[in-house]
């Protein structure tokens, strides 16, 4: 308060105030100053070099144009906002995570389970970057006790007690519940699944139902910022949809009658789902919808029917919109629906956030599960890969792909099976795998040159080159580098214009193009005299001369 009170007395009236701690409330500090109403939050996350997420806090006498401000603040710095439309504390972010963390230290209190069994079944068995005890000592047990006593979310255990006494802070300090002298412990992958991580993952769930209940966040708000700023591979609502939240309920009655404290003690909110049966997955309902049988989650679908445009996000920021065998399943499966779908000409491929398109294969989960890369399986692998960006290529509806940050390895080669490529400026594009000893297997080596040429592919390849959003455009490997401001509106006046046209004739084009590049001209002049022949059967082609002779524009109905 003392701060702001000094630098008020020098800043101009316009001038926005803004506080990066979840330890302080933003009410309270706004309503200090001369200025409430254009005093916000902005949570960044460390290292803020490379975390993605800033949480944008509404005080409440924040206004609306200060939020505004803060969200296009944060995205010119090539970071994802979240708002946080309510002052709790903690935010988003650490609300959720200093519960999850303390809750983990308290079994090793209470002797539930070891540090290393419950850390080897979070990075094993759900694929967290870091289980809750090493992540505790990389974030500083002194952070976290302090946090305790501050926010009384959950009591501070004995043993975190004793070690913040002892100055045993974790990494810092080079011990804390491991022995950090000789760099990070070896967690034993033998122990994974020896835990049971609902004890954790429940209580997530529930105050993310509680922040929903507060309105202080959505649920996909809740998860975007979760994934953003620890790097879990799901948000606590895409966990309570996947465990079930009849089986959370269960486990929170659970764990409230073993502890008594409120962080476990089920919400309405999340009794109420059970009730009405919005149980999840399995019931088609809970904190998200889910239409049929195939569950998306890694990737988001999102139709415009109006324009009949659909575009398919990468939706794992977390990763840099990586892509693992499950991405490449459910692009394929998405893939499918919308070949069906006669509201949708034009496909948009592009990453969620933005910082990535995407960084290409997850190698982090394959480390994870080395039977992934034996020879047979990396065989397999390539193969998937593979098949599914030759369905993207064959894919009968114009594709395009909207490169919004960085496009390395196996997201190069899904954008260069695509039709079209709109690149922002600012990202960076590159077949990148032999800079880890690796060769481009999913149809780089034979793509890139059919674009680019021989010579250029070998360079590009052999000295895994990254490129610029201009570099890229001036050797023909994406079609248009667009500036940021512009590279929205650039790739939707694309995808209408397709959209508008003629769909069968775009699909006989382009079979016509992708088979006849294959073969000897004369064979690739029979393919194309015989798709001239089938398009010419069309009602579109009546309604192209119709328009053309009427001077308006033509009504294509794919027929």
């Not at 959950?154 to 519940?177: C, I, Q, R, T, Y």
């Not at 445009?309 to 065998?325: D, W, Y």
């Not at 999913?442 to 040429?453: A, C, D, E, H, Y």
Request: charged content about 25%; overall charge neutral.
């Amino acid at each position: 308060k003392q701060v702001f009170a000094e630098v008020q007395k020098f800043a101009k009236p316009e001038c926005i105030f803004a506080s990066n701690t979840s330890g302080l409330s933003i009410t309270e500090l706004g309503n200090s100053t001369d200025r409430p109403e254009k005093f916000l939050g902005l949570h960044f996350f460390n290292p803020p070099q490379v975390m993605a997420l800033v949480e944008v806090i509404k005080g409440e006498r924040t206004s609306d144009e200060t939020i505004k401000f803060g969200v296009e603040f944060v995205k010119s710095l090539g970071k994802t906002p979240v708002v946080v439309k309510k002052d709790v504390p903690g935010f988003i972010v650490n609300r959720i995570l200093v519960p999850y963390l303390t809750l983990a230290i308290d079994d090793v209190d209470k002797g539930v389970a070891k540090p290393e069994e419950i850390d080897a079944t979070f990075v094993y068995k759900y694929s967290f970057p870091m289980g809750p005890i090493e992540l505790s000592d990389f974030v500083g047990l002194d952070i976290l006790y302090y946090a305790s006593q501050q926010w009384t979310l959950v009591p501070a255990p004995e043993v975190l007690k004793k070690k913040f006494e002892s100055k045993e802070f974790g990494m810092k300090s080079g011990k804390g519940f491991y022995d950090w002298s000789a760099g990070r412990p070896k967690i034993p992958q033998e122990l994974a699944g020896k835990y049971d991580a609902l004890r954790l993952l429940a209580p997530m769930v529930n105050i993310a139902s509680e922040l929903i209940q507060l309105g202080v966040a959505d649920a996909k708000e809740i998860d975007t910022a979760m994934k953003l700023g620890t790097n879990m591979p799901k948000g606590p609502c895409e966990f309570g949809d996947e465990i079930g939240l009849d089986v959370v309920l269960s486990k929170l009655e659970e764990l409230f009658k073993e502890k008594a404290i409120d962080i476990v003690k089920p919400t309405e909110t999340l009794k109420k789902m059970v009730s009405e049966g919005k149980l999840g997955e399995k019931s088609g309902e809970g904190f998200y919808k889910y239409a049929g049988e195939f569950v998306f989650k890694n990737i988001v679908v999102e139709r415009d029917e109006e324009n009949k445009i659909a575009k398919i996000i990468i939706n794992r920021p977390q990763r840099l919109n990586a892509l693992s065998p499950e991405t490449l399943d459910e692009i394929s499966e998405a893939l499918r629906q919308l070949e069906k779908d006669e509201n949708t000409r034009v496909v948009i491929f592009t990453g969620a956030g933005d910082r990535a398109f995407s960084a290409g294969f997850d190698l982090q989960s394959a480390m994870q599960d080395p039977t992934l890369l034996t020879p047979a399986n990396s065989m397999m692998l390539a193969a998937k890969g593979q098949w599914v960006f030759t369905q993207i290529e064959r894919f009968p509806k114009p594709v395009i792909a909207a490169i919004n940050g960085y496009a390395f390895g196996g997201g190069c080669e899904l954008a260069l099976a695509c039709d079209f490529r709109i690149m922002k400026k600012g990202a960076k594009i590159g077949l990148t795998e032999v800079s880890l000893a690796l060769i481009p297997g999913w149809g780089g080596t034979q793509r890139l040159p059919k674009i680019v040429g021989i010579a250029k592919a070998k360079e590009l390849i052999m000295l895994a080159k990254r490129l610029s959003a201009d570099e890229a455009e001036k050797i023909g490997l994406v079609h248009k580098a667009v500036d940021p401001e512009n590279f929205e509106e650039e790739v939707m006046n694309l995808a209408k214009q397709l959209a508008e046209g003629p769909p069968v004739s775009l699909r006989i084009a382009k079979y016509a193009i992708n088979f006849g590049y294959e073969l000897p001209p004369e064979l690739g002049q029979v393919i194309e005299s015989t798709g001239f022949g089938i398009v010419t059967s069309t009602q579109d082609v009546m309604e192209g001369v119709r328009a053309f002779f009427e001077r308006r524009k033509p009504q294509f109905k794919g027929k």
